[in-house]
């Protein structure tokens, strides 16, 4: 075997690595990065309830950007989110092992972040203040919020 089977073997890794990587760049995940932002911004409507409540909120008042602010990169700071009523939201904060509202430390994977949004149950499964809207909203919405919010720096 000659130098050209490492090369080979060097490709064919970088490439498994790549397509390993939660978030890893492809056309599909582009895709469901720009839904995700548009979600979060409420350039899509986003539907959800505040729990004890029987109608849905407006969409503009279940947008994600209401209340939880991004990491100084991304485009809560500007005028629409000034301040964060809600947890400050960046890639680490989420997916490092921390303790939240008094509850173990834990972490976000995609799942549970799914089930967060949709049942107010962390992973820890601690439940969430009730001033957090319960979403309705498909399974590929709530990836593209996943993968938009990893997305960040």
């Known amino acids: 075997m000659g130098p050209w089977w490492f090369t080979a073997c060097a490709i064919a890794a970088a490439l498994a690595a790549a397509l390993a990587t939660p978030g890893a760049a492809s056309p599909n995940n582009d895709s469901a990065v720009q839904r995700g932002l548009q979600l979060y911004a409420g350039a899509a ?22 209340c939880h602010a991004l990491g100084t990169a991304g485009p809560a700071r500007a005028a629409s989110a000034p301040s964060s009523f809600g947890p400050l939201i960046t890639r680490e904060r989420l997916t490092q092992r921390i303790a939240r509202r008094g509850g173990p430390p834990s972490a976000y994977d995609e799942t549970n972040f799914c089930r967060l949004l949709r049942t107010g149950i962390d992973p820890a499964y601690v ?27």
Request: net charge positive; aromatic share 6%.
């Open 45 to 66: 409507p986003l539907q959800g309830t505040i729990t004890g409540h029987a109608a849905p909120l407006p969409p503009g008042a279940a947008r994600c950007i209401n």
């Open 127 to 153: 439940l969430i203040p009730r001033d957090m809207p319960r979403y309705t909203l498909a399974d590929a919405d709530c990836r593209g919020l996943w993968l938009y919010l990893n997305s960040l720096p």
